[in-house]
């Protein structure tokens, strides 16, 4: 009986010893040297995976960082400044300075501005829509409100607006990945410059019709008139295919286009309201500035 | 027993309430406008410009490439502007603005009705003479005619198929071509069967029109090699490699094979007769055949119709618009495509105009699938449907890419056959777009 209970003993021991060592020499000779950075890396990361970088995912663009041995050219927007900082201080290099961005709805095709000539039955999509053709309204180049800009988002910043159906984004939670510029099949928003208190001038139309058709489609279509070209000082507003664009990095924030625009589609967003009124800057909306 | 395709297929309700009407003439439109790209390929290159006066016949605008095609006025005035017009694609296209003056054609032009029927041209001639009309596919995708002509050097091509099937529901402008034109077709198709050097030509008809079977058989006698094929109805028949297989029981490969890689070239009815025109009578592709028709539609009809007439016209033709139109359709109600406009102009490819009632056109509700694989037994393909519409909801372009959704015809087989009314043909769509797009700009990059 004892010898039993002893040569069971016995033989597991030996057999766990010996596979213990034979595991630990495997293990030292095969051994994947993985760089410790990567970890501490990814730990920093927000872990989104959202692939705003440009990467896979938040690994794979800590293995990147690794690989390349700095952050040279590599940003993730979704990090807090003092986080790509600190990787940059992993990597003994310096972090440059990423000017901040955030996602901007260049549409104002509401209900009320937009009428609404016919009727989409298909698949709420809007890729599949734009397949299908101009839209429900006149404008073939506006929003067409199927949401692919909403279910794309991994942080909840962007929502359909009940009343006029075009997109809001939420500037506090948008971390500017741009999952939502390569969803519109329309290529409606844009990744524009924070600035300075968030401040943004921006033409909200991408209608490249001529004048008269785009006005007859929206009461609010940019008409190509160049009014706001002559009127900025900095040469940051062009003109082509009768669509006025305002460059982020040109433009000073003067704000006198704004008032020239005939179709009050240039917005102004984040100022302070004009003093007669005296507000404070927090209470001024996107909509009532623009009407301003 | 009579011949079709094997996989797949459905069988919509054939709707052909125009079989027996006469083709009658839908009149000259006040202004006419040419769309520059009528066709695959590259968009035509405008020939003219603002204030030039232009005859029937007359080029306007060349091929702007190989896979391109030549656009000649149908009407003769002035040439008013070149501007945007919205065409059926839903979306403003380039086009050339005619404003109507009077109707004087360009001399070269036979326009007497006697039946031309030797032809002394040499294959290359028969091909520059098509190419110069402009004749592009008229069954719907509009392929340029030339380039399917010339086929690549080592093809071993054996039989000419013409396709008299029209499967879609509701069309009868092929039917009332083969009853009203049978010689100039037949002559067509001999001609075709020169320009390629073949001895058998087959002409594919669908069952519900055996009196055009009987008629081009009666007259086929007097051609060498011409044989008429009465085939069972069914739905998409019609399609380049269904007839193929159900003609000559032969399956064509996924791309880049093309039917001559089985022997076989596909023409359709309307296309052989606009190859006649071109050849025999120097007449380039200016006018078509339209049936405009719908379940409400007062007279529905089939029209002789010279392109660039607005749509619009045509209803008229038929009685006006009905007033519970819920949807206006260019084409079949099966791969038509919806009109978001009645001033949309004719183009070559423009086959049916179809007024749909409301309580039709309306979508039903959809429903989640009940996995019970009728689309796959639908799919003449052999793909399966819901499984395409799911990867193209996921985003899995990858994985799409590997089950062949490149070889959907986009038949929409699989949409009318769910039972729980699902928007499959919308996904699937929506996955070869966007899987057509990957490759090509990977081929680019190569």
Known sequence: MSNAILSAVVVLGVTGLVTGVFLFLISRRFAVKSDPRIASIQALLPGANCGGCGFPGCSAFAEACVRQGSLNGMNCSVSKPEAMAQIAAIMGSEVEAVVPKVAVVRCEGSCANRPRLNVYNGAMRCSIANMAGGGETGCFFGCLGCGDCVSVCKFDAIHMDAVTGLPVVNQESCVACGACVSACPRHIIELRNRNKKDRRVYVSCVNKDKGPVAKKACAVACIGCGKCVKACQFEAITLDMNLAYIDPEKCRLCRKCVDECPQHIIKAVNFPAPLPQKQSSETVSQTETANA | ?????????????????????????????????????????????????????????????????????????????????????????????????????????????????????????????????????????????????????????????????????????????????????????????????????????????????????????????????????????????????????????????????????????????????????????????????????????????????????????????????PEDTGKLISGGPMMGRPLLSADVPVVKGTSGVLMIPRQEAVRAEERPCIRCAKCVSACPMGLEPYLMATLGEQGDWERAEKEDIMICIECGCCQSSCPSRRPLLDWVRLTKTTVGGIIRSRNAKK
């Open chain 2, 1 to 321: 027993m009579l011949k079709t395709f094997r996989i797949g297929g459905v069988h919509p309700e054939d709707n052909k309430l125009t079989r027996s009407c006469r083709t009658g003439t839908a009149g000259l439109p006040k202004q006419a406008v040419f769309p520059l790209s009528q066709h695959i390929g590259a968009p035509a290159v405008p020939c003219v410009k603002r204030g030039d006066s232009v005859k029937v016949g007359t080029l306007i605008a060349a091929a702007g490439g190989f896979v391109s095609a030549n656009i000649h006025s149908s009407v003769s005035g002035k040439v008013s502007k070149i501007d945007s017009v919205l065409d059926a694609s839903g979306y403003r296209k380039p086009a050339i603005f005619v404003d109507v003056e009077g109707d004087e054609w360009e001399e070269t032009i036979d326009r007497s009705d006697t039946v031309v029927k030797g032809c002394n041209l040499s294959p290359e001639e028969i091909i520059s003479k098509v190419k110069d009309a402009g004749v592009v596919g008229m069954g719907g995708a509009c392929f340029p005619t030339h380039v399917k002509l010339s086929p690549p050097k080592d093809a071993n091509i054996e039989c000419l198929i013409v396709n008299g099937v029209e499967c879609e529901p509701f069309l009868t402008a092929d039917h009332r071509l083969m009853l009203e034109h049978p010689d100039e077709i037949l002559v067509g198709v001999s001609i075709i069967m020169k320009a390629l050097g073949l001895e058998r030509g087959c002409v594919g008809i669908e069952a519900n029109k055996m009196d055009a079977v009987e008629l081009l058989r009666e007259k086929a006698r007097e051609y060498n090699g011409i044989e008429i094929v009465p085939l069972r109805m069914k739905y998409p028949q019609g399609g380049e490699k269904q007839l193929i297989d159900a003609v000559m029981g032969r399956q064509v490969p996924a791309p880049p094979a093309i039917p001559a890689n089985v022997g076989a070239i596909v023409q359709n009815v309307g296309t052989v007769f606009a190859i006649y025109e071109a050849v025999q009578k120097n007449m380039p592709l200016i006018q078509r055949n339209v049936t405009v028709t719908g379940k409400s539609v007062k007279n529905p009809c089939n029209l002789l119709v010279r392109t660039g007439t607005p749509i619009s016209q045509l209803i008229e033709a038929a009685g006006g618009m």
